[in-house]
Each structure stands twice: as C-alpha cells, then as structure tokens.
C-alpha cells in the first residue's frame, strides 16, 4: 500500500463494504481529495455514493481498506475518537432536512458551533450571518416545524456551513429543493467553500450539480468507473433516425 500523499487532505484506499444483507457497498473504491477541492461523487441510484461518503467521514467504519484525514487514520479510530473528528473538523448535510424541532431556526444552525464550546453569542452571529447568505435570515426565530421543507434544508445548509469546516460531505443536498432555488443554494455553497478553504466532497446524480465541482468521480455498482463520452451523432445521422422514429 502507498503512503498517503502530501498534498491529499482526506484519501482513501481500496474500500470495501457490504450490506447487513450481504449485498455488496463498495467494492475496492480508492481516491484522493486535495484541500479546497470540489469533488463531486456521481453515479446512479445504489451506485454506492452514499456510502462512500458514510465511509470517508467515519460515519460507518470501514470493512476493509483505509481512510486517512491528513496524517490521521480514520479507518483504525474508535467510534468516541471518529465522533469527535465529525464534530471538531467534518460537516454533512443529508439529502432529507433534519432539525431538532424544539430549537429555533438560529439555534439549529448555531448548534455545530455551541457543542464545539463557541459561546452562545459568537455562535449566534455566525449563524445569523449564514441564515442571511441562504436567504432564510428572516426565518431566524422561527421553529422548524414552521418552515417549508426547501427552507428547512437552507437552515441545514446553513449549519454545516457555520462552523467552517475542513471537510463538507454533502449527500445530495438540494435534493429536497425546488429546481429554481439549487442554483443558487448550490451556488453559494461551492462560493463559501472556496472563499474559506473548506474541502467538499458532494455526492449527486443531477449532471448540472456536478458541473460545478472542479473534478469527478464516477462509481457503478460500487466501483469506480470512467466516464464515456459518446461522439456527437451526425446532422445527417441525426435526421435520417427522426425520419425513422415518425
């Protein structure tokens, strides 16, 4: 095995996981991600995006194979010490919004900040200011359970966002949005994460999500694969086959 390289902040190799119900995860997935970079993760439905992430964020440890954030070694800690890395280092935003109902939009969003002993009204600025960016700063008092779910997920947006974190697992993350609203919340999410250095690495199947990571990579049935791009089909071609199909 290859020492990870220097200039990787997270770098996996040869990744290996399977179902309770034995059905195969991933099966040998190695990848390197370098600090600031956008990678998106794509491939169809049960391609194995989702646990791919699970796995480099030390959701699930790893079956076989190693995960290494820096000079740590993820796949080797214990699940204390990998909680402890998600909270201090890691964001995630999950496809489905998930907010405690008894907090209010800002203190949802100020949460992250709080359990890593940033005081009430440090926190508190930071998540206002992100509320604002995502266009929900007018939702800020209000509770969850008074949001529409697109709004929710903006505050979910907002919270992975408000700690700066080094590394942003994304898993789908406009899913839950209106088509015209992933543009711009996607928008300011890749923006944010240049301007203050964090690391991403978003899961999606949508090519126009893709199109805005500054690389690739693409997994079918728990492997990587590469992309194949088809030579464009011929005007004559082309016309010939809508004669054919009328």
């Known amino acids: 095995m290859e020492a990870p390289p220097d200039n990787d902040v997270l770098w996996a190799w040869s990744l290996h996981f399977t179902h309770h119900d034995g059905s195969p995860a991933l099966g040998g997935v190695s990848l ?3 600090k600031g970079e956008i990678l998106a993760v794509t491939g169809p439905r ?5 646990t791919l992430l699970h796995c480099l964020a030390g959701l699930v440890p790893t079956q076989r194979g190693e995960v290494w ?6 796949h080797s800690m214990g699940p204390t010490a990998r909680e402890r890395l998600r909270r201090d280092r890691f964001g995630w935003i999950d496809p489905a919004p998930a907010l405690v109902p008894e907090l209010t939009v800002w203190e949802n969003a100020a949460l992250p900040l709080m359990l890593r002993g940033t005081s009430r009204r440090r ?3 930071a998540a206002l200011e992100w509320l604002e960016r995502l266009d929900v700063g007018d939702k800020a008092r209000k509770r969850p359970g008074e949001l529409t779910q ?9 919270r992975s966002l408000a700690p700066a974190p080094s ?13 015209a609203d992933r543009g711009h919340v996607l928008r300011t999410l890749t923006t944010a994460a240049r301007s203050h250095g964090i690391t ?24 990587r694969v ?10 004559t071609e082309g016309r010939a086959a809508c004669s054919l199909s009328v």
């Open 200 to 223: 991403v690495v978003l899961a999606t199947h949508d090519p126009e999500t893709a199109a805005l990571a500054d690389r690739t990579v693409s997994l079918l049935d728990g492997r």
């Open 226 to 235: 590469k992309t194949v791009h088809l030579p464009p089909v011929p005007e």
């Open 150 to 158: 697109a709004e929710r997920q903006r505050v979910c947006i907002t």
């Open 32 to 34: 390197g991600v370098r």
């Open 167 to 179: 590394v942003l697992f994304a898993d789908e993350p406009t899913a839950p949005l209106h088509r």
């Open 46 to 50: 049960g391609s194995g995006k989702t």
């Open 69 to 74: 954030f820096n000079s740590i070694p993820v």
């Open 123 to 125: 926190a508190k600025v």
